[in-house]
């Protein structure tokens, strides 16, 4: 089972894209038809949505990317921007009340016109390099 701990980062300035809360984020989400996929709203400041599944992290990272672009649309956003799942996983001991557990996923969902930009602030290759490669990956959904 593949356990995701979302987070939400826009990076694209636009009145257009609003900020959704936990629940709309989840409600939304699961409306796109993900099959096998279960989110819930977390009520935490930083993690908004869990999502657990049966795929592996890079095939579930892809579908999360493709629903979220679908929700975006349905919405009424033109989605003329990338979407990013930053993930890496939690090996180390967790705390008992911590919302990310050993062999969970901490996601950032970066929506960004400049990913290149985006990624080098804040020093993604660097962060990359200090972890095991199955446990940190980098998936874009390029607008089409």
Same mark, same amino acid.
């Given at each position: 089972?593949?356990?995701?701990?979302?987070?939400?980062?826009?990076?694209?300035?636009?009145?257009?894209?609003?900020?959704?809360?936990?629940?709309?984020?989840?409600?939304?989400?699961?409306?796109?038809?993900?099959?096998?996929?279960?989110? #819930?709203? +977390? %009520?935490?400041?930083? *993690?908004? $949505?869990? !999502?657990?599944?049966?795929?592996? =992290?890079?095939?579930?990272?892809?579908?999360?990317?493709?629903?979220?672009?679908?929700?975006?649309?349905?919405?009424?956003?033109?989605?003329?921007?990338?979407?990013?799942?930053?993930?890496?996983?939690?090996?180390?001991?967790?705390?008992?009340? #911590?919302? +990310? %557990?050993?062999?969970? *996923?901490? $996601?950032? !969902?970066?929506?960004?016109?400049? =990913?290149?930009?985006?990624?080098?602030?804040?020093?993604?290759?660097?962060?990359?390099?200090?972890?095991?490669?199955?446990?940190?990956?980098?998936?874009?959904?390029?607008?089409?």
């Amino acid at each position: 089972m593949t356990q995701f701990v979302l987070s939400h980062n826009p990076q694209v300035a636009s009145q257009s894209l609003p900020v959704m809360s936990a629940s709309e984020l989840a409600n939304g989400l699961s409306d796109q038809g993900m099959q096998g996929v279960n989110v #819930s709203a +977390l %009520q935490h400041p930083h *993690w908004k $949505v869990r !999502v657990d599944s049966d795929l592996d =992290p890079e095939s579930l990272a892809q579908t999360l990317l493709q629903a979220w672009r679908r929700f975006r649309e349905s919405n009424g956003v033109q989605t003329d921007f990338t979407i990013l799942a930053l993930g890496g996983r939690k090996d180390g001991v967790a705390m008992s009340n #911590s919302l +990310l %557990q050993t062999g969970s *996923w901490g $996601v950032d !969902v970066v929506e960004t016109d400049r =990913p290149s930009e985006f990624l080098g602030s804040i020093n993604w290759e660097g962060l990359k390099s200090g972890r095991p490669a199955d446990a940190i990956f980098e998936i874009h959904d390029a607008p089409r």
